[in-house]
C-alpha cells in the first residue's frame, strides 16, 4: 500500500477563483482532493473483515434455530467432538453475564434479562444462534454441526403483530409481547423497560372485517389542538389503512468477524459505522473494561444503520478464541446474514386525514402497531409520528403507537399461519388482509428459459430449452436440467415437457456430474406422479389412452374397482385402478390409481413404473412377486387383478 | 432434511478422487444453497489437509494445477470442486475478489478469464488452466501507475463502501475491450450484473465513464 499517497490526503491543484469563491484556510473546500481510502480500494488492497488472516486461525461456523420459537430441551455433541480437527463448541453456557450500559449521556442502563446475547437455549426467532463449531476448517466445522443432534420443544410464535393482539393470541416471548415502560415517579427517572401483555377485545378486531386496521388500547399516546373541531372542519376527510414492508440492510459485506486474544486483551477484526459505539458493545456483552478491547475497523462494506453498533454475534469468534487459545474467524454467508443482520421495521396503521378547501391539514389522527421483532424495543413507532408531525404541520394531530414483539427477526416475508387458530390471513396487493378457511392457488408451468434463450439456447417443447440426454444445450459448456428443459420420456422416445421436482433432480445430478467432465446420460422419465387432495390419493404413470393413441400405439384400457387389502381385515378401502396396454404387442403402456390416502397409492403406481421403465408386458406384472399380507393387500395385488382383467378383455 | 441421505452416496466418483470427507452433499449444497435452516455449508473452504496433521496420500482430494494469474504461473493445490473465488482468496491470498453473495447474483467477485467478465464465485478453478486471469490486483503496473479505469474512480470519488468496486471495476475494463466508446446507457447495461448496495450508482457510472475516457486516452497516448 501506498502510504505516502494516504497519509498526506494529497491537495491536487487548486485554481485562483475557487479560492476566490471559498476563502482561504478551506483544505478541501473547492479543491480537487484524493480521499484517504481511495487508492487501497481501487487496487484490492483494501481489507475487509473476512480478508485479514492469523497464524494457526481457526473457523467456526453457527448452528441456526430451524424454528421461531423454541425451548432447547437437550444438546447432544458427542459426536462433533470426536471429529478430527474440531476444537471446541460454545453454547449459551459459555457467555459472560449480562453487564449494565453505560450510554453516551452517562446514564446507566441495567442489564436486561430479555436482551439478546449472541447464543439462546431460547431461540426467539427463526435462524437465531444456538450454539458455534470451531474448528481447523469451516468444512470440518460444518460437519460437526450436522452431527449435533437437539431436542427442541416448540413454543407458540408470531409472525404478524395483530395475531398476537387477539384477545387469545399467542405470545412471541414467554412473558409476554409488548415492551412497556413503567412510569416516572417524582423521585425517580423513567423504570428499566419490562415485556408486558396486551390483547385488545373482539370488537376491537370487528374493524378488521371492515378491512380496516383495528385500532385497541395502546401503551403511547400524544396529542395536541383539538382534534374534533379540526374535523368538523375538514371540507374532506380520507381515513385509510396502510402497511409498509420490514426492510433489510443487505449489506453487500455481511457481519463475518475475526478475533484473538494476546496479553489480556481482546482483539476483534470487523465492520462498524462507529467505532466509538462498537468498542463499548465488545465490552458490555463480554462483560471486560472496554480497555481490555481493541477493535479493528479498517473498511466496513456497507452499514445502513445495521453496524452503529455492530451485532452481538460478534463476541462468538472471541469467547471461541478465548477457549481454542486461537485466533478464530467467523465468515457469515449471506443466508445467515438474512437471519441475524436484522432489518428495519415494517408498520401496519392507519391515517385519518381532515382537509381544509385549501389542502391545510386541520386535523391528523394517526395509529401505528410496529413489528418489534423479539429483542429490545425499537424506536420507529414513536419516531413515525414526530416525524408525520415535522413534515405535514397539522393544526391538530393525535399520535398513538404500539411496538409489538414478534418472532420474526423483522426480516422476513413469510405466509405462516396464526397457531391460535385454523384461518388464514392473506395480505392482498393493496396491504389489506383478509381472513380465509382455505386459499386455493390456480398456477400453471412455464419454462423459465428467457436468459438462456437470450443467450442463443435453442427452445423446444412449450418454450422449455432443448437439451442432450447428458442434459448439454446447443451452447457450449451450458448444461441446463430441471424445469426450464425438455424431458426425455422413456416410452414415447422423444422430448417432452414434464415439471416435476423428481426428474429436476435426477437431470441436477446427470448435469452436475457432466459438469464436471462426466459423460452421464439421464435415463428418462416415464412421467410419474402422486398427488394427495384433503383424503385422496391420485397417482398415475406411462401414457393416457389418448396420449398411447397419439404416439401411434393400439392402446387397450380397462378399469378395476378393488378393495386395497382382503376385505375381512379391517380398514379395507376400494380404490379404482385404470390399466393402458398394447393391443398388438401386449406392452405395459401406463396405469392410473385413485384411492384412499391409506392404500398405498403412489407405492402402487411405483411398481407400474419400475415395470415400464424395463419395458414390461402387461403380463409381466401379473407374474411379478409382490409382497402380501392381508392387511396390506391380497395374494393377488390391485394391480395384479387389473393385469388380468386387461388379458380377458384383449383374448 | 429429508433429502439428505440420498446425497450421500457417491459411488458414481471414482474412489480416489473422492476428498478425505468432503461428500458431493456439501459441494451441492455450496453451489446451489440448500436454504435448510439448520445447516451453514454452503460457504465453505477446507485447510490443506497438511494442516490437519493426518496422513492423506499424494492426489487426493486436492490437485496441483498451474494458474496464470495477474501475468504469473501460480501453482496451487485446489480440489475438484473449488471455486476460482474460492482459490484467489484463500489460497493465493488475492483478497481484493469479493465474496458478497457467493451465489452468482452480486457481481462483486468479477474477475476476467481471457478478458472476458466472469463470476469467479460460479466457474470452478480447474476449468481455468490454460486461460490468463486477471484479477483487480494485477490491474496497476509494477511501479504503482493505475489501470485509466482504477484512475477514473479516484478521479469521481466513485462508490461508497466500495465492497463491490472491484467487481464493477473488472467489469467495465473486460467491458471496454468489445466497446471502448460506450455511452452512458451502454456502459449501465454493460455493468448491470454488478449490484452496489449503496446504490451508488450514478456516482459510480460517472466514474467509470471517466474510467472509460482514461481508457481512449491512454491508448491514443
Not at chain 1, 475487509?48 to 447432544?76: N, Q, T
Not at chain 1, 472471541?318 to 457469515?332: D, E, G, Q, S
Amino acid at each position: 500500500m501506498d502510504n505516502k499517497r494516504l497519509d498526506n490526503k494529497k491537495v491536487v491543484e487548486t485554481t485562483k477563483a475557487a479560492e476566490r469563491e471559498y476563502g482561504v484556510g478551506h483544505k478541501l473546500i473547492g479543491k480537487n482532493y484524493e480521499t484517504a481510502d481511495l487508492y487501497a480500494k481501487v487496487t484490492g488492497n483494501a481489507k475487509y473483515a473476512e480478508d485479514f488472516r492469523s497464524d494457526g486461525m481457526l473457523f467456526c461456523k453457527l448452528l441456526l434455530s430451524p424454528m421461531p420459537h423454541a425451548r432447547v430441551k437437550h444438546i447432544d455433541a458427542r459426536a462433533a467432538l470426536a471429529i478430527p480437527g474440531v476444537k471446541a463448541i460454545l453454547t449459551a453456557d459459555d457467555l459472560p453475564a449480562p453487564a449494565d450500559t453505560l450510554t453516551d449521556n452517562g446514564t446507566v442502563v441495567k442489564a436486561s434479562k430479555w436482551g439478546e446475547r449472541g447464543l439462546t437455549m431460547e431461540p426467539v426467532y427463526q435462524g437465531e444462534p444456538i450454539l458455534a463449531v470451531a474448528a481447523i476448517d469451516e468444512l470440518t466445522a460444518a460437519e460437526a454441526i450436522e452431527t449435533i443432534q437437539i431436542d427442541f420443544e416448540p413454543l407458540p410464535f408470531v409472525v404478524d403483530p395483530l395475531d398476537t393482539l387477539r384477545p387469545s393470541g399467542p405470545n412471541p416471548r414467554t412473558d409476554g409481547n409488548v415492551w412497556t415502560r413503567p412510569p416516572a415517579t417524582a423521585s425517580q427517572g423513567p423504570g428499566a423497560p419490562t415485556v408486558t401483555e396486551l390483547k385488545w377485545t373482539e370488537s376491537d378486531f370487528a374493524e378488521l372485517k371492515k378491512g380496516r386496521l383495528p385500532m385497541g388500547k395502546t401503551p403511547d399516546e400524544w396529542m395536541y389542538g383539538d382534534l374534533d373541531s379540526g374535523f368538523k372542519n375538514a371540507a374532506l376527510v380520507l381515513d385509510e389503512t396502510f402497511v409498509t414492508p420490514d426492510t433489510s440492510h443487505q449489506t453487500l459485506e455481511t457481519r463475518s468477524a475475526m478475533a484473538y486474544w494476546q496479553n489480556g486483551k481482546v482483539y476483534i477484526y470487523t465492520g462498524t459505522q462507529s467505532t466509538a459505539q462498537t468498542l463499548p458493545a465488545i465490552a458490555r456483552w463480554l462483560n471486560i473494561d472496554p480497555e481490555k478491547v481493541v477493535f479493528i475497523s479498517e473498511y466496513t462494506g456497507g452499514g445502513f444503520g445495521s453496524k452503529i453498533t455492530g451485532g452481538v454475534s460478534m463476541i462468538i469468534p472471541a469467547l471461541l478464541a478465548k477457549k481454542t487459545n486461537a485466533p478464530v474467524m467467523m465468515r457469515i454467508s449471506r443466508e445467515e446474514e438474512t437471519f441475524i443482520g436484522r432489518a428495519r421495521p415494517g408498520f401496519q396503521g392507519r391515517m385519518k386525514v381532515g382537509f381544509s378547501k385549501e389542502g391545510r391539514i386541520t386535523a391528523l389522527d394517526m395509529f401505528v402497531i410496529c413489528d418489534n421483532g423479539p429483542y429490545d424495543a425499537v424506536g420507529d413507532a414513536p419516531s413515525s409520528g414526530r416525524i408525520v408531525s415535522l413534515l405535514y404541520q397539522p393544526q391538530a394531530m393525535r399520535w398513538r403507537g404500539v411496538t409489538v414483539l414478534t418472532s420474526t427477526s423483522a426480516s422476513h416475508i413469510e405466509s405462516v399461519s396464526s397457531m391460535s387458530g385454523a384461518s388464514l390471513s392473506v395480505t392482498d396487493s393493496a396491504g389489506a388482509r383478509h381472513a380465509a378457511d382455505l386459499v386455493l392457488l390456480a398456477v400453471g408451468v412455464r419454462p423459465a428459459s428467457e436468459l438462456a434463450h437470450a443467450a442463443g439456447a435453442t427452445q423446444g417443447a412449450n418454450g422449455a430449452l432443448v437439451v442432450t440426454r447428458q442434459m448439454r444445450t446447443n451452447l457450449p459448456d451450458v448444461l441446463a436440467a430441471g424445469d426450464c428443459v425438455e424431458t426425455y420420456h422413456r416410452l414415447l422416445d422423444k422430448p417432452v415437457y414434464i415439471s416435476l421436482g423428481t426428474i429436476a433432480h435426477k437431470q441436477g445430478r446427470v448435469a452436475g456430474e457432466n459438469a464436471l467432465g462426466g459423460q452421464r446420460l439421464f435415463a428418462g422419465a416415464v412421467g410419474t406422479q402422486s398427488l394427495k387432495v384433503f383424503d385422496l390419493a391420485v397417482a398415475r404413470t406411462g401414457l393416457l389412452e389418448r396420449e398411447s393413441r397419439a404416439a401411434g400405439f393400439d392402446p387397450l384400457t380397462v378399469e378395476a374397482k378393488m378393495f386395497d387389502h382382503k376385505a375381512y381385515f379391517p380398514g379395507a378401502k376400494r380404490l379404482s385402478v385404470r390399466l393402458t396396454g398394447d393391443r398388438k404387442t401386449d406392452r405395459l403402456l401406463g396405469a392410473q390409481i385413485i384411492g384412499d390416502r391409506t392404500s398405498e397409492i403412489s407405492k402402487r403406481i411405483d411398481v407400474v413404473a419400475a415395470a415400464l421403465f424395463q419395458d414390461a408386458r402387461v403380463d409381466d406384472l401379473n407374474d411379478m412377486d409382490l409382497s402380501y399380507t392381508p392387511p396390506f393387500s391380497s395374494p393377488w395385488d390391485p394391480l395384479q387383478m387389473a393385469a388380468q382383467i386387461w388379458m380377458q378383455a384383449r383374448s | 432434511m429429508a433429502e439428505k441421505a440420498s446425497f450421500k452416496i457417491i459411488e458414481d466418483l471414482p474412489k480416489e478422487d473422492v476428498p478425505k470427507a468432503i461428500s458431493r452433499r456439501n459441494f451441492i449444497k455450496g453451489v446451489i444453497t440448500s436454504g435448510v435452516a439448520v445447516s451453514s455449508a454452503s460457504y465453505l473452504f477446507r485447510a490443506s489437509s497438511l494442516l490437519q496433521g493426518q496422513q492423506v496420500p499424494a492426489g487426493v482430494g486436492e490437485r496441483l494445477i498451474t494458474l496464470n494469474v495477474n501475468g504469473q504461473q501460480r501453482r496451487v493445490d485446489v480440489m475438484k470442486q473449488e471455486t476460482l473465488a474460492w482459490t484467489l482468496r484463500y489460497k493465493l491470498g488475492l483478497t481484493g475478489t469479493k465474496l458478497g453473495c457467493d451465489r452468482a447474483e452480486c457481481g462483486s467477485c468479477t474477475v476476467l478469464i481471457d478478458d472476458i467478465p466472469l463470476y469467479s464465485c460460479s466457474v470452478l478453478t480447474h476449468t481455468v488452466r490454460g486461460r490468463k486471469v486477471m484479477t483487480i490486483e494485477g490491474l496497476a503496473r509494477p511501479d504503482g501507475t493505475l489501470h485509466p479505469v482504477q484512475q477514473g474512480v479516484i478521479d469521481e470519488q466513485g462508490f461508497q463502501c466500495a465492497f463491490c468496486m472491484s467487481g464493477f471495476i473488472m467489469t467495465t475494463v473486460g467491458y471496454l475491450k468489445s466497446n471502448p466508446n460506450p455511452t452512458r446507457q451502454e456502459l449501465a447495461h454493460g455493468v448491470s450484473g454488478n449490484l452496489c448496495r449503496c446504490q451508488d450508482y450514478d456516482k459510480i457510472l460517472t466514474a467509470l465513464m471517466r474510467g472509460a475516457d482514461n481508457t481512449r486516452r491512454s491508448l491514443l497516448g
